[in-house]
């Protein structure tokens, strides 16, 4: 055999290193880190009814990016009972709806609320029906993880009900501040009641113990309120002409030695609304250590005080599906009622 016609060894390549993968739910293998979702077909139930597809799409594919979900729609890659679709389309009750393969982030391992947290929220809980549930929060815990903390009410909630397909807030109260929050459990009970709030047909009632001697004559706040941030990047508000408008009025409930218990009916929702014209009216919150002065601060944990005194005592609302009208009150916590009872003996007088 010629040396021309003599076959040649293949040269021997370096193997490549293996690329480091993980196992989506699918088995498909993606790069670590990634999920990759294969191809979905979902039933549009009547919850969703009437929903645009981008917005269907986003509730579905969490955690993946609004630009992909644009480009899939562009692309023609999502279709409903078919047919391709543009992103305002609406989807009804019954169709198949096509969602490609995605691929998105994975989301690193939170901790998990433990069972005994888990039972605290579900004793708190004050009304629940098909639609809606309401909890009485406790002060201390945020409605919602981030920020430095693992999980907050709704993820709690969550995992207490693994089976729950929907449980969405439906507003917000600050961590320190306790009383009712209220959690959709239908996309339909969620626009509804968002509805009813930007509609201001939904009343919120607190409870706060403000520093000093309310003034009798002052029975409303409107003032604007403006958010602005710390140079620490803390989120902060004040009283300024280039904020936006806010309305609170005030009623007081009983008199102190140096405190009053106030109700005070929020008929905008700024953030910080309360605190903010509280402490513009010259009575800060008890216990508030953003809007309270120091001194004052320092006197108010002298007798024992350890949280901020506000608490969203009552809501006045009607129930999504049946229209009847509701009226929920929540009981202050220990904490709130020690510094009352600690109060009680200094007792000046009530106004109503």
């Not at 269907?56 to 047919?83: D, H, M, T």
């Not at 709806?97 to 391992?109: D, M, S, Y």
Request: aromatic fraction near 6%; glycine fraction near 8%; charge should be positive.
């Amino acid at each position: 055999m010629s040396r021309k016609s003599a076959s040649k060894k293949p040269a021997r390549s370096r193997p490549e290193r293996p690329v480091k993968t993980s196992k989506a739910s699918s088995g498909s293998a993606v790069v670590r880190g990634e999920v990759r979702q294969g191809v979905q077909w979902v039933t549009v139930d009547e919850d969703n009814d009437g929903q645009r597809v981008d917005n269907f799409l986003l509730a579905q594919l969490r955690g993946v990016p609004k630009s992909i979900i644009y480009r899939v729609i562009r692309k023609g890659e999502v279709r409903i009972n078919k047919g391709r679709v543009k992103p305002d389309t609406r989807v009804n009750a019954g169709d198949q709806v096509r969602i490609p393969p995605v691929t998105r982030k994975e989301k690193p391992e939170q901790v998990a609320p433990g069972s005994r947290v888990q039972g605290v929220m579900e004793s708190a809980i004050v009304f629940e029906n098909d639609q809606m549930l309401v909890v009485n929060k406790p002060s201390g815990i945020a409605v919602h993880g981030g920020s430095g903390l693992s999980f907050g009410l709704i993820e709690v909630l969550r995992s207490a009900r693994p089976s729950a397909k929907f449980l969405e807030l439906v507003h917000r109260l600050d961590r320190d501040t306790s009383g009712l929050v209220m959690v959709a459990k239908k996309r339909s009970a969620l626009r509804y009641l968002q509805d009813e709030l930007r509609q201001k047909r939904i009343r919120k009632h607190y409870h706060a113990l403000v520093a000093g001697d309310w003034s009798a004559g002052v029975d409303r706040v409107d003032v604007p309120l403006l958010r602005y941030e710390m140079p620490n990047g803390e989120r902060r508000v004040k009283v300024d002409d280039a904020g936006k408008a806010s309305l609170t009025t005030f009623r007081c409930l009983e008199r102190y030695a140096g405190y009053s218990l106030v109700e005070a009916s929020p008929i905008t929702g700024r953030t910080h609304q309360i605190r903010v014209h509280s402490a513009w009216a010259g009575h800060p919150i008890a216990g508030d250590d953003k809007y309270m002065d120091d001194v004052s601060l320092k006197a108010f944990r002298s007798i024992g005080g350890q949280r901020l005194m506000l608490h969203a005592w009552a809501l006045e609302f009607t129930l999504p599906v049946s229209g009847e009208a509701m009226r929920l009150e929540a009981p202050y916590d220990d904490a709130f009622n020690d510094v009352l009872r600690k109060l009680s003996g200094r007792l000046k007088g009530s106004d109503q």
